[in-house]
């Protein structure tokens, strides 16, 4: 099985990825806060347990791919998968795993792995042109061509950035739960619907009005995928998401490992 790691700047994702009967399934994925003073040996000890509660262990491991956008945790994923996997860490992005589709910005070198690993996943699954929201630290939004070319995006601040900077310079607003709000009233009555209201409300006009403006300079149908952890609170109360695939950039490691004929 192949093991697919996405260091992100607040979570390193880890999942357990087989082929079987023709097709591609992840069977087991984990989360851990990133670190990047952990070492390869913390990595080890925690990932063992886990493996070992879902009936898996070490052995089964026969191929790593690591995608990050944090430099300074990839030298510990790489010693993981070589003292304890007994295998070279392939890198998203570097030979044999280059992104392999045309990154068409001003400045390819600092499109971070994460975003380009969903560009190649999302036009894996889905045709014609595309725009890629995914809901992590930050928000981006991702646009590439039918001919599945990266063609730029746009970043803003994540949710939860977001009300950590509200709450932090506001002495006396408390910290709240990121929820749809109870009520479909964008006029709150106390302090906490009116920061619930600001804060879902005020994301969910954002997304609407950006997507919009990107789809009247493509000028052509687009259809909008969404991943990351709230895409599923937010597909609550907008339409804008034609699709959610949850594990895209998982999806996509995949699909890397396996066009560089390397069989997990």
């Known amino acids: 099985m192949l093991l697919a790691i996405d260091a992100g700047n607040t979570n390193v994702v880890f999942a357990l ?17 990133t670190d990047p003073r952990r070492t390869a040996d913390e990595y080890a000890v925690w990932l063992s347990q886990l493996l070992s509660l879902e009936g ?16 300074r945790a990839q030298h510990n994923l790489e010693v993981l998968a070589s003292k304890y996997f007994k295998t070279d860490a392939l ?6 795993v280059e992104w392999g589709v045309a990154i068409d910005v001003d400045e390819p070198a600092s499109l971070g792995a994460d975003r380009a690993v969903n560009t190649i996943a999302a ?10 929201i995914d809901f992590g630290t930050a928000t981006t939004f991702d646009l590439s061509d ?7 995006g746009i970043i803003a601040p994540g949710i939860n950035l977001s009300l950590d900077a509200l709450v932090a310079a506001a002495a006396k607003l408390p910290r709240i739960a990121i929820e749809a709000p109870a009520s479909l ?4 009555r106390n302090t906490v619907d009116q920061m619930n209201i600001g804060i879902y409300w005020g994301y969910i006009g954002m997304i609407e009005g950006l997507v919009g403006r990107m789809k009247a300079e493509v000028g052509r149908p687009v259809k909008v995928i969404a ?13 804008v998401f034609d699709t959610i695939e949850p594990d895209l950039t998982i999806q996509g490691l995949a699909i890397m490992w396996e066009r560089a004929h390397i069989t997990p």
Do not use: C, M
Request: zero cysteines; proline letters at 4%.
């Open 17 to 33: 990825v087989a082929n079987e009967n023709g097709g591609r399934e992840i069977k087991a994925r984990w989360r851990i806060a």
């Open 56 to 71: 898996y262990d070490r052995s089964q491991v026969d191929g790593v791919i690591v995608s990050t956008v944090v430099p």
């Open 91 to 96: 890198i998203a992005g570097k030979p044999p």
């Open 123 to 132: 036009h894996a699954l889905h045709d014609g042109d595309l725009i890629v």
């Open 146 to 152: 039918y001919n599945g070319a990266y063609k730029g």
């Open 185 to 188: 009233s964008v006029i709150g």
């Open 227 to 239: 991943t990351g952890g709230l895409a599923t609170l937010f597909e609550q109360h907008t339409n």
